[in-house]
Structures are given as structure tokens and as C-alpha cells.
């Protein structure tokens, strides 16, 4: 089969069924966050003002509204739309999906923005979800029992797992790119020390992909110089 054949095929089969379902089950998703609120209201009978409604809009749309923008950019060159699918839907992206996508990638040698890789992302992401789900029941049934015998240092060390995942993370691809990695962890730490609120976030993505273009452009240029 040619590739343009492979494209096709890969389209009809998978992604675009895949964007039906990731539409229908995010939509039920979304639908299903209001049946707490519709219990309080009809079954109990608390109902909120609609001023009240609306500021509570206003605050989380506020505190929102870039990242609603901004994320998916920041993921999507690495989860791909089928990752982001399923990664939205299930949470926990940073601290779960994501790390389980690039060790699945790493172990079987494949790259992101590739049809092998995507399906391979997808897949440990799924599993995932599958090993999260056992952990947290497990961690609601015996959970407490286990923290209250666990000693106060070891209590501690989990303020540190999400530095220690995310850093994990930025050493896979620091060794892709010895530039990059480095020049955006010193500018957002940069960007963090900053005075800009809800614009540290969008901030750290906009400079990533201009950084990123501007990168990947020298290093074109310097491939048709050679």
C-alpha cells in the first residue's frame, strides 16, 4: 500500500471514528457534571439565584478561559487528538496520562506526531485509566488506614511526586533536544517569578511554540545549508 493509501485507510478507520466517539462521550461527560446541581435543586430543593449562577461563572470562566485556549496546544503535540480525547475526559493529564504515554513511546521506540505513536499513546493512556481506577477504590477503601500508619517523612515526600514526574518527563525530552528543553525551563521560571496572574500559564505555552518554530527553523535552514 502506498502512504496516501495508509492515510486513508488510518483516517477512516480510526480517527474518524474516533472523533464521533470522543465528541459523544466528552458531550455525556459534560452533561453528566450537572446531575449533582439537578439532584440539590429537584430532589432537595436548594436552587440558587441566578446572580449567584453567574458569578460563580464568572469566577471559574476567569480563572479558566486561557487555559481552556492554551492546554490542549501545550498537549497536543505530544498526546495527539486521540490523547487529548481521552486525557480531558478521564483528568490527571500531567501527573498520569502524560507520563504513561512517553514511557509507553520510550519503551517501544516510537515518536510523537507519528500514526504508530499515536496508537501507542492512546493505548497507555487507556490502560491508564484502567490502573488509576483500581488505585483510587483501593485508596478510598484502605486508603486512610494505610496513611495513618505511614510515617510523617514519607507523608511528605508526596509533595514532591509531581516536580519529580514532570522532571522525569523533561529529561526524556532533553535528550532530543539539549537547546530547548533547558532554555524554556529557565524562561518559565522566569515567567513564574513574573507579576502576570492568569498570563503565566498562556505565557509559558505562547513562548514554547514560538521558541519551538524558531528552533526547528534554523535547524531547517542549516540541514539545506549541509
Known amino acids: 500500500m ?9 483516517y477512516e478507520k480510526y480517527t474518524k471514528p474516533m472523533i464521533r466517539n470522543g465528541r459523544l462521550t ?22 440558587c439565584e441566578w446572580s449567584q449562577i453567574l458569578a460563580g461563572w464568572g469566577i471559574v470562566g476567569s480563572a479558566y478561559i486561557f487555559l481552556y485556549f492554551f492546554e490542549p496546544l501545550g498537549f497536543y503535540p505530544s498526546m495527539g487528538l486521540s490523547g487529548i480525547y481521552v ?3 478521564a483528568g490527571n493529564i500531567p501527573t498520569v496520562r502524560l507520563p504513561a504515554m512517553l ?3 520510550e519503551a517501544t521506540g516510537t515518536e510523537a506526531g507519528t500514526k504508530k505513536g499515536e496508537l501507542v ?3 497507555a493512556i487507556g490502560m491508564s485509566v484502567f490502573v488509576n481506577v ?47 528543553v533547558p532554555g524554556i525551563f529557565v524562561a518559565c521560571l522566569i515567567i513564574n517569578k ?3 496572574g492568569i498570563f503565566k500559564f498562556p505565557g509559558a505555552i505562547t513562548l514554547s511554540i514560538v521558541c519551538g518554530i524558531v528552533i526547528f527553523m534554523n535547524q531547517k535552514k542549516k540541514g539545506e545549508a549541509a
Open 87 to 89: 486525557g480531558y475526559l
Open 26 to 47: 466528552t458531550l455525556i461527560a459534560a452533561l453528566l457534571t450537572f446531575i449533582p446541581a439537578l439532584y440539590l435543586w429537584l430532589v432537595l430543593g436548594y436552587k
Open 103 to 105: 514511557a509507553a513511546r
Open 134 to 180: 483500581a488505585f483510587v477504590t483501593a485508596a478510598a477503601l484502605v486508603g486512610q488506614a494505610i496513611l495513618s500508619v505511614l510515617p510523617q517523612f514519607v507523608l511528605d515526600s508526596f509533595n514532591f511526586v509531581l516536580p519529580a514526574i514532570l522532571g522525569a518527563v523533561m529529561a526524556q525530552y532533553w535528550e532530543k533536544n539539549k537547546v530547548f
Open 194 to 196: 513574573l507579576p502576570l
Open 2 to 10: 502506498s502512504n496516501a493509501d495508509i492515510d486513508k485507510l488510518f
Open 121 to 123: 499513546g492512546v493505548i
